[in-house]
């Protein structure tokens, strides 16, 4: 792994240089540091500690058998061990303490995402567990007979909530998302689907990435995967190529 940027929030990784000279197989931040997930299994954390920093346990749970790792756009980190446990560190405001919800993440977690401070878990059954700060995400109690079979649900339609502005409201582009979604994926304030013809649409702030008018021609079709900084988005295409949009500044501007 080669880093750079602002030293303290994770552009120097000199401290566990060693541990990242072979074998890395994901990476993943949020605003404050960064955890990479070794073909061994093991985790390694750089960063503020403040948005990295484990205790002695969570460094034990994080030594072997992690499958998966994700990071809210914040301080937080969540890992998906072997038969679906989940561990979270970091801020304990940001999604960082999944404590309240432990009981439900022993087992059947197969993916987890973040938001600006809350966390998603979908489990093998279906269903989806969140955690984190009730405003962005982590009170799901207003959708909850929903979320009974995941999030992009069977028939290919959306269920969204947390912040109305920042996409927890899709009423704007719900005629767009009642069938064929595959993906969804968040910015710090603004969601994208693609859907299964490869199309992709936008909603929540514009300021973090929901305004695509400007590539709109180049996500009409062929998009097969999306992600996001946090105010920007990044898609790729199946023939190889990459658009992007959001604020310049955040990777929304891929033209240089």
């Not at 799901?140 to 979320?147: E, I, R, W």
């Not at 064929?180 to 968040?186: D, K, N």
Request: proline share 1%.
């Amino acid at each position: 792994v080669v880093t750079w940027g602002v030293w303290k929030h994770g552009g120097d990784s000199t401290a566990v240089a060693t541990f990242l000279a072979e074998g890395v197989v994901q990476v993943c931040g949020n605003t404050g540091a960064f955890a990479a997930l070794k073909s061994n299994g093991s985790v390694v954390t750089w960063g503020d500690t403040f948005s990295s920093g484990i205790s002695s346990l969570i460094a034990l749970l994080l030594a072997k058998d992690v499958a998966q790792v994700c990071a809210t756009s914040m301080n937080a980190f969540a890992a998906i061990k072997a038969y679906g446990i989940l561990v979270t560190w970091g801020s304990h405001f940001y999604g960082g303490d999944s404590s309240k919800v432990a009981p439900l993440l022993t087992e059947g977690v197969v993916q987890v995402c973040g938001t600006h401070g809350a966390c998603a878990a979908l489990l093998a059954n279906g269903s989806v567990v969140t955690w984190g700060e009730d405003s962005v995400g982590g009170d799901s109690s207003k959708v909850a007979t929903l979320l009974t079979e995941g999030v992009v649900q069977a028939d290919g339609s959306v269920v969204t909530w947390g912040y109305d502005d920042y996409g927890g409201d899709h009423s704007p582009v719900a005629a767009l998302l009642t069938e064929g979604v595959v993906q969804v994926c968040g910015s710090g304030g603004a969601c994208a689907a693609i859907k299964s013809g490869g199309s992709v649409v936008t909603w929540g702030d514009d300021s973090y990435g929901s305004d695509s008018s400007a590539v709109a021609a180049l996500l009409t079709e062929g998009v097969v995967q999306i992600c996001a900084g946090d105010m920007a988005f990044a898609a790729i295409k199946a023939d190889g190529s990459v658009v992007t949009w959001g604020d310049s500044r955040d990777g929304g501007d891929s033209s240089a």
